[in-house]
């Protein structure tokens, strides 16, 4: 029997925000994302491990501490949900089959972790480091590290000790990764080399650890979804980003002519081909790239600017300039959401 979509699939935008989360009735049977983390599944089966985290939808991707399951944001339950998703953050994180399997190795690692007490081992804090450290409220990676591998965005592998075990876990579970060939050479084979041997000492055990906890389930949560969205808004929210004149001044004509285009029209046409770009290169998410897109435009229309360079030049110097702020406020923004 065909399963009928939910009434709230029909609602328009507005209507649906109101609708309070626990309310959606979501499952993760019968969806895309229950096909994908069955491959996960399989791919830990050919990779000889027995443990399978368990998997629930929450408000985002998240390990908590000490649990063998992770959670999985809501949205990618339902496509309306990606819909919307994508409207108000302009992304749609997990939303490929590409990238939820990149997410869903890197939680299960976390996963791992827990089950087999796996950071308490002597070797895994030789190579990782502590994951007592705590987690920087930002970092600055450093792209011409070969001591970590790379898997999510922003060598996210430099975050921290846990992280770098993760998306070390990643690469390795990937099939088809060919991780010796691809890292040889590099201090991160080392890392690579000590995952495999330990997955095959701990594939055929069971766990020590045993969990069922599912913080902030979907059925929990009682916040509706414009409020969930007003808190992920605030959260990424930028500082002020300081004086723009200059640099704007640099790109596009104070003078202002008869027939050029203005500089803020400039910037909105290409603003889907920048943010995307930027945040691809730097790593942050598309709503923190499209905010401070908001105020160039903002500053380019009070200003008046036009532009008077060739297309692809000025378009070339927009993306240098747009990936500069991106990267000082990396460096002094909000803290980072810990996975």
Known sequence: MARTSPDW??????ELLDRPIRSLGLEIAG??????IARLHGELARAGLRFRPYVWLSTDWFTPDGVTGFAVPFYLAHTRLARLERRILHEVEGGTQATCLQ???HEAAHAFDHA???RRRKRWRELFGRASDPYRASYVPDPASRSHVLNLDYWYAQSHPLEDFAETFAVWLQPGSRWRARYAGWPALEKLEYVDALMREIGSTPPPVRTRARPDAVRSVRTTL???YRARQHLYRQEPLGELDAPLARIFDPER???RE???RFLTRHRRELRHHVSRVTGQHAYVVDQ???ELILRSRALRLQRHQPEREARLDSTALLTALTMTFLRGGPAEYQR
Not at 31 to 36: M, P
């Open 9 to 14: 699939t029909r609602l328009p935008d507005g």
């Open 262 to 264: 203005t500089a803020a």
């Open 257 to 259: 002519r008869r027939r």
């Open 31 to 36: 969806t895309a994302l229950e096909r994908r």
């Open 292 to 294: 401070m897109l908001n």
């Open 116 to 118: 087999y007490r796996l």
């Open 103 to 105: 997410l869903l190795r």
């Open 226 to 228: 414009r409020e969930h």
